[in-house]
T-cell receptor, first 113, second 112 residues
Framework: EAQVTQNPRYLITVTGKKLTVTCSQN?????MSWYRQDPGLGLRQIYY???????DKGDVPEGYKVSRKEKRNFPLILESPSPNQTSLYFC????????????FGDGTRLSIL | GESVGLHLPTLSVQEGDNSIINCAYS??????FIWYKQESGKGPQFIID?????DKRQGQRVTVLLNKTVKHLSLQIAATQPGDSAVYFC???????????FGKGTTLSVSS
């Protein structure tokens, strides 16, 4: 089954404790991205990757890092999480870019205390 | 700046009715638009897309209309079912062609 898998689905942690949210897709997609979803603000892009070893900032990249060492994986790293990063995070992928339907994971709900 | 908005935050319909969800966009140069459905606890799910060289596109029970003159997008759902209850988002591609700009969503409630 074609899917985008995120882990963990839920996480409660404390300020400053490094965490990684994993994202994996099994569709051989080149394009992957991360969004955060906040009430009243909708979905906003954090980072995106056009292909392996090619990543770039989206609209809200502060406090986040990503890597793309393999085509299927695109982890989101919070090196020193802060409470304002409490949010619902989605990973998405598509074949070659944004002008195609994006396949979204089911989300990761992060709470930073 | 770029923004994609929806006219109504909520829409309530009866089962079997046709639903129309509206969206206004601001970037007249946008060339790709897409509608997503998001159910509680899940990620956005693709419904239908349309490119700027088209005015209308039909899928299974859904139709998207694009009016570039007034920068308006709509999603029509025929014979709405309880399973259609969800939040619906429109989105457009940003000017750089690197991200989707999402509207804030319309919650569709279908009563039987």
């Amino acid at each position: 089954e074609a899917q985008v898998t995120q882990n963990p689905r839920y996480l409660i942690t404390v300020t400053g404790k490094k965490l990684t949210v994993t994202c994996s897709q099994n569709m051989n997609h080149e394009y992957m991205s991360w969004y955060r979803q906040d009430p009243g603000l909708g979905l906003r892009q954090i980072y995106y990757s056009m292909n392996v070893e090619v990543t770039d900032k989206g609209d809200v990249p502060e406090g986040y890092k990503v890597s793309r060492k393999e085509k299927r994986n695109f982890p989101l790293i919070l090196e020193s999480p802060s409470p304002n990063q409490t949010s619902l995070y989605f990973c998405a992928s598509s074949s070659t870019g944004v002008r195609q339907p994006q396949h979204f994971g089911d989300g990761t709900r992060l709470s930073i205390l | 700046g770029e923004s994609v908005g929806l006219h109504l935050p909520t829409l309530s319909v009866q089962e079997g009715d046709n639903s129309i969800i509206n969206c206004a966009y601001s970037n007249s140069a946008s060339d790709y638009f897409i509608w997503y459905k998001q159910e509680s606890g899940k990620g956005p799910q693709f419904i239908i897309d349309i490119r700027s060289n088209m005015d209308k596109r039909q899928g299974q029970r859904v139709t998207v209309l694009l009016n570039k003159t007034v920068k308006h997008l709509s999603l029509q759902i025929a014979a709405t079912q309880p399973g259609d209850s969800a939040v619906y988002f429109c989105a457009e591609v940003n000017q750089a062609g690197t991200a989707l700009i999402f509207g804030k969503g319309t919650t569709l409630s279908v009563s039987s």
